[in-house]
């Protein structure tokens, strides 16, 4: 049998097996991709079913999470931790807290971890976790009281030698802070390593909140200059208006770049002057409001309900949003306008079909597990702090983390080159962070 029908029969059960999950089977899809040419390099990839247990999660947690509102309602919410892979790490990848969460969602970003995490270069698996609680509209009081009920369930499964969450959409300091106070109590112990995105005075790291949106910001710097270019003047979009967004904008305005437009679920804000940081860090960080009130506040900014940020012009696009929300049409639409580079701040923003429009463009795209490693990256920073019960100054751990960003940058050019593909980020990502995996399996046996 050919290598390429080989991949294809693996992928066909894992289609079998994971029924009803399409966005697990398209994460696993973009990874296939990119294995015809390693398993026609070394075919020994292919033996003692090492696929299709790379495919399979070493454990996968489902629990029920019970609390009540402040009516005296009780809810029933549904919590998941995915334990993916373990080669390299104790399982880390963070906890998402949104309504569209399910397995096959969180099985989609624990495999997407395994690879991204291997990028990194430091000793973590892949996990993922979450729960279909919406924490939209809820008070302070019913967040705690749903982290803590989350968490006395999850503590039993964690560790900092086992699995080690952070946030994601819908779980930032404030909640890390619940989960963590949950845990401790629990446990009667101050195990600062069993979370990352701690607050700075109780063992978290300097620069693990920015770190997500600095580090794309500091990798698509790299792809403008393996471009001869450089992100001074230049007009950017990105979307959302979270954590990942909000870090993005503050990195590539510092490195002398422009974003003119952001977003959040509701629809998008343009400001051709630059959006102003501090405004939109003050409505959605400390207010938690809509991104409408950017426009009531400035003048010269327009804000358009519904309808999609991607109708912007751009140079160069962040997606710093959610999964799938940068389709076909967005990217001919990017593309026709001249974009020239896309690197991903979010997990799967691109679909298939997109990713194909930019590749056939020649547009430099940067998958997730390239681009938005920064995140996972400082956050085993913290874990190193933590370990040694240490606390690194803002400017050592900034530099630690341009200095991972461009070194992810450099092995997703390098393999890329190496299997024959240069220049592409995608089969670059996918295969360093497949074969450092693969060869750690190999070693451990079959487990
Ligand atoms: N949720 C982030 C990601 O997608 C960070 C995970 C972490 O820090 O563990 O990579």
Redesign the pocket.
């Known amino acids: 049998m050919s290598v390429r029908d080989r991949v294809e029969e693996i992928y066909e059960q894992v289609l079998l097996r994971n029924a009803g999950e399409p966005e697990f089977h398209q994460a696993a899809a973009e990874v296939f991709e990119s294995l015809h040419v390693v398993l026609e390099r070394h075919p020994r990839y292919a033996d003692s079913g090492l696929i299709e247990r790379l495919c399979e999660p070493e454990r996968q947690i489902i629990f029920r999470v019970p609390w009540t509102d402040d009516n005296g309602n009780v809810h029933v919410n549904r919590g998941f931790r995915v334990q993916y892979n373990s080669v390299l790490g104790p399982y880390?990848?963070?906890?998402?807290f949104h309504p569209s969460v399910n397995l096959g969602i969180v099985k989609f970003?624990g495999f997407?971890?395994i690879f991204?995490?291997a990028l990194t270069g430091l000793p973590?698996g892949g996990?993922?976790g979450g729960s279909d609680f919406d924490p939209k509209g809820r008070s302070e009081a019913e967040i705690m009281r749903f982290c803590q009920s989350f968490m006395t369930e999850l503590q039993r499964h964690i560790g900092e030698y086992t699995d080690?969450?952070?946030?994601?959409?819908g779980?930032g300091g404030r909640e890390i802070g619940y989960l963590f106070g949950q845990y401790k109590r629990l446990t009667n112990s101050f195990e600062s390593g069993v979370l990352?995105?701690k607050g700075l005075n109780w063992g978290g790291s300097m620069v693990?909140t920015e770190?997500?949106g600095y580090g794309v910001a500091y990798f698509t710097a790299e792809m403008m200059a393996a471009k001869g270019e450089s992100l001074e003047g230049k007009k950017v979009v990105v979307s959302g208006s979270g954590n990942v967004a909000i870090y993005a904008i503050e990195k590539v305005h510092q490195l002398g770049g422009t974003v003119v437009a952001c977003s959040d679920s509701a629809g998008y804000v343009v400001d051709p002057k630059g959006i102003d940081l501090e405004l939109l860090k003050e409505i959605k960080e400390v207010k938690r409001a809509r991104i409408s009130e950017y426009a009531d506040q400035v003048p010269h900014a327009t804000y358009v309900e519904g309808g999609s940020i991607w109708d912007v012009e751009c140079e160069i696009a962040l997606p710093c949003a959610t999964q799938n929300e940068l389709d076909e049409v967005a990217a001919k639409k990017l593309v026709a306008c001249g974009v020239q580079a896309v690197a991903e701040g979010?997990?799967m923003p691109t679909t298939a079909q997109g990713i194909k429009v930019f590749r056939d463009a020649g547009v430099a795209f940067a998958p997730?597990k390239a681009a938005?490693?920064g995140?996972?990256?400082?956050?085993?920073l913290?874990m190193q702090q933590n370990a040694s019960r240490d606390s690194w100054s803002f400017e050592y751990t900034d530099e630690r983390l341009s200095k991972i960003m461009r070194g992810i940058h450099e092995r997703c050019i390098t393999t890329a080159a190496e299997y024959g593909q240069p220049g592409d980020y995608v089969h670059g990502a996918n295969i360093a962070g497949f074969v450092k995996v693969a060869d750690a399996m190999f070693a451990m046996g079959v487990i």
């Open positions: 880390k990848g963070g906890l998402r970003l997407e971890q991204k995490n973590i996990g993922k080690v969450p952070a946030g994601d959409i779980v990352t995105g693990r770190a997500t979010a997990n997730g938005n490693a995140g996972v990256a400082t956050s085993a913290e």
